[in-house]
């Protein structure tokens, strides 16, 4: 007992670690993931010739909204969830200068039950959300997306390697994706032009049972 209530400890404080650095980085207004440009591998999947057709879409780790207004724009019913009030008070405010309609909701995208977002949806949306989570809470982001995709859903995400940070909880793999996305192929692997090791990785849903 004494071992689980120390393991316990321990995951509640690498979640409350990773809530007081997001929150230090938005209150100093220097998110360096929140560039307020949606980048070009978003763009090409919603606009190029093969793109899918626009339908409901669920950002995780939304940031300003940058990306939610874009798909917004594009057609795409949007819902966008940030672990961070701050960040949605500001989403909010862009979105409404922007005139679009989307849903934006202060929750952790871990925790997706506790959320009003029942899906499906038929793509899923994270800029450096996921790779920033801690290692115990991967399964449950994980369940709570399959559990929200639509048949042949798309998830596009953008992570840092495991090497980009001296911390025991950041990164992303390949691998991990492949072990924690059951039901789920991962179907591209293209690395990042940053200067430490990041990719943007593209799953898919299983079409049928």
């Known amino acids: 007992m004494e071992h689980l209530d120390t393991v316990h400890r321990v ?8 809530r007081r650095a997001l ?26 010739h093969d793109a899918p057709p626009p339908g409901r879409a669920l950002e995780l780790g939304c940031g300003t909204g ?21 960040a949605i008070e500001q989403a909010r405010a862009k979105a409404a200068a922007a005139g679009t309609a989307l849903r934006l909701l202060c929750g952790d995208a871990t925790r997706l039950d ?24 991967r399964d449950a982001y994980a369940a709570g997306l399959t559990h929200r995709a639509a048949p042949g ?19 992303v793999t390949a691998d991990e994706l492949r072990a924690r996305f059951a039901g789920w192929d991962l179907v591209d ?12 990785f593209t799953l898919r849903r299983a079409a049928g049972p």
């Open 11 to 18: 995951e509640r404080d690498q979640e409350e670690a990773v």
């Open 23 to 48: 929150e230090d980085y938005y209150r100093a207004g220097k998110a360096p993931w929140d560039t307020g440009v949606t980048p070009p591998e978003l763009v090409a999947l919603v606009e190029e």
């Open 66 to 86: 940058t990306n939610a207004i874009y798909l917004a724009r594009h057609g795409w019913e949007v819902v966008a969830v940030d672990l961070i009030d701050r």
């Open 114 to 137: 506790e959320l009003d977002v029942p899906g499906p949806y038929d793509l899923f949306f994270d800029l450096s959300c996921y790779c920033g989570i801690p290692p115990h809470r």
């Open 153 to 171: 859903a798309r998830l596009l995400m953008f992570g840092y390697g495991p090497e980009a940070f001296d911390d025991p909880i950041s990164g």
């Open 189 to 200: 692997t293209t690395p990042g032009t940053n200067a430490v090791p990041t990719f943007w």
